[in-house]
Antibody
Framework: EVQLVESGGVVVQPGGSLRLSCAAS????????MHWVRQAPGKGLEWVSL????????YYADSVKGRFTISRDNSKNSLYLQMNSLRTEDTALYYC???????????????WGQGTLVTVSS | EIVLTQSPGTLSLSPGERATLSCRAS???????LAWYQQKPGQAPRLLIY???SRATGIPDRFSGSGSGTDFTLTISRLEPEDFAVYYC???????????FGGGTKVEIK
């Protein structure tokens, strides 16, 4: 059974930093591109970032480019999101999501974690 | 960036009725790279449809997707009590940075 478990969400002040983690199990982690998707309270879904199976390619939404860094450790079956220069508009539930493709990125998501809440507030 | 507009914002229907949800793209979505997700309160989204019309694993056949170019539709043939939720479309055909979601349609019990 595929499981994605996010952690690391807390309350942080504007301008602060935070690192989110996602522990994956139930599939061959290093075969898949992985994503972060966020959802502000009461709002819709926003794609944040993706990383290829080997970490060699990363992409970011314009809203987080230059502030967030996605990474992965295939030896630990883990995905990370380093978040710097946080803004109040970054307040959201952050989901780790598995890309549906195996061998080739498909850019849609077949499994999601339950999310970790990041609140940026003074 | 391709903008996806979902309509209506809210759909009020009774169990057993047919639901038709629309997703319109601001530009053509290449090769029907469009997905639909269902999200219930307090839960993560669940993949329903990919490639505009292919059902994901385990999705009941009362859910169907159709469309191409800029106009896509999710149809629920007969609403079951567990189908009342928010539905999002997502396109993924332009570029990695261009992954976008629609604003969602809430299907509520009338």
């Amino acid at each position: 059974e595929v499981q994605l478990v996010e952690s690391g969400g807390v309350v942080v002040q504007p301008g602060g930093s935070l690192r989110l983690s996602c522990a994956a199990s139930g599939f061959t982690f290093d075969d898949y591109t992985m994503h972060w998707v966020r959802q502000a309270p009461g709002k819709g879904l926003e794609w944040v970032s993706l990383i290829s199976w080997d970490g060699g390619s990363t992409y970011y939404a314009d809203s987080v480019k230059g502030r967030f860094t996605i990474s992965r450790d295939n030896s630990k079956n883990s995905l990370y999101l380093q978040m710097n220069s946080l803004r109040t508009e970054d307040t959201a539930l952050y989901y780790c999501a598995k890309d549906a493709g195996g061998g080739r990125t498909q850019y849609y998501f077949d499994y999601w974690g339950q999310g970790t809440l990041v609140t940026v507030s003074s | 960036e391709i903008v996806l507009t979902q309509s209506p914002g809210t759909l009020s229907l009774s169990p057993g009725e047919r639901a038709t949800l629309s997703c319109r793209a601001s530009q053509s979505v290449s090769s029907s790279y469009l997905a639909w997700y269902q999200q219930k309160p307090g839960q993560a989204p669940r993949l329903l449809i990919y490639g505009a019309s292919s059902r994901a694993t385990g999705i009941p056949d009362r859910f169907s997707g159709s469309g191409s170019g800029t106009d896509f539709t999710l149809t629920i043939s007969r609403l079951e009590p567990e189908d009342f939720a928010v539905y999002y479309c997502q396109q993924y055909g332009s570029s990695p940075q261009g992954l976008t979601f629609g604003g969602g349609t809430k299907v509520e019990i009338k």
